[in-house]
């Protein structure tokens, strides 16, 4: 135990150095939701996520819907609808995406408690392609949560220059109660580093039924220029 303790406390850290460093031409939109690294068995859900970044050149609308479940007791594979509002305010359907969401350790085991993320996303009416995959940590002190992701994207396609994208996420949240807990998220990307206030919200209902929300207001602090998104989401697992 101690030595996969030490094992996955190294290729964390060596995972998140790669992150940092690697080289990249992300557009900067990082802020999304931050996971998680729990499955929980037979687990059900849909969900429904909405980012807003506003700059000075104007502001860019997305939406994700989309459902699945667990697929064994530590895994559990989503599929997922993305819109986007294009220049003239029209919004459409931007992409299609694919989630492996994958819990490492049984939780409580560790130190902290791992996961693994993998995505796949196809644009809709381009020869577009989007990897992503990385760690999910979380560990509790007392009545404070910190978690964390780091991860590695590719983009690849006919209609794309090929590349290399690195993002990190991190929420370190109070667990005030279950219907208002509040948070402090930061948010890194290429020429992108964002902090702001959230919360995470959760109303339990019978069995193994539940509804989660969510929302943050990230503001970059990274460059002078107007740079500011909101995030939205609810989840209902049943």
């Given at each position: ?107 409580g085991k560790l ?6 993320l993998f995505e ?41 220059q090929n590349e ?75």
């Amino acid at each position: 135990m101690k030595a996969l303790n030490l094992y996955l406390a190294l290729s964390f850290t060596v995972f998140c150095l790669l992150v940092l460093s690697t080289p990249a031409k992300a557009d900067g939109i990082v802020v999304d939701k931050v996971y998680h690294p729990y499955v929980l068995p037979f687990e059900r859900e849909f969900e429904w996520r909405l980012v807003s970044h506003q700059t000075d050149s104007g502001n860019i609308l997305a939406q994700r819907l989309g459902g699945g479940g667990a697929i064994n007791d530590t895994m559990a594979l989503e599929g997922y609808l993305v819109g986007e509002r294009d220049d003239n305010g029209d919004f459409g359907l931007e992409a299609y995406e694919l989630e492996l969401r994958w819990q490492l350790i049984e939780q409580g085991k560790l130190w902290a408690d791992w996961g693994a993320l993998f995505e796949l996303e196809k644009k809709h009416n381009e020869d577009v392609y989007e990897a992503t995959s990385g760690f999910v940590i979380e560990k509790e002190f007392g009545k404070t949560s910190l978690t964390m992701n780091a991860f590695l994207v590719y983009e690849w396609g006919q209609d794309i220059q090929n590349e290399w994208e690195s993002e990190f996420r991190a929420q370190y949240r109070y667990r005030y109660r279950s219907a208002f807990q509040p948070s402090i998220e930061v948010y890194v990307g290429e020429d992108f580093v964002g902090i702001g206030p959230g919360f995470i919200g959760l109303q339990r209902f019978d069995g193994q039924k539940q509804l989660k929300w969510e929302a943050g207001f990230i503001t970059e602090i990274s460059q002078s220029e107007k740079n500011h998104s909101f995030r939205l989401a609810l989840e209902f697992e049943f």
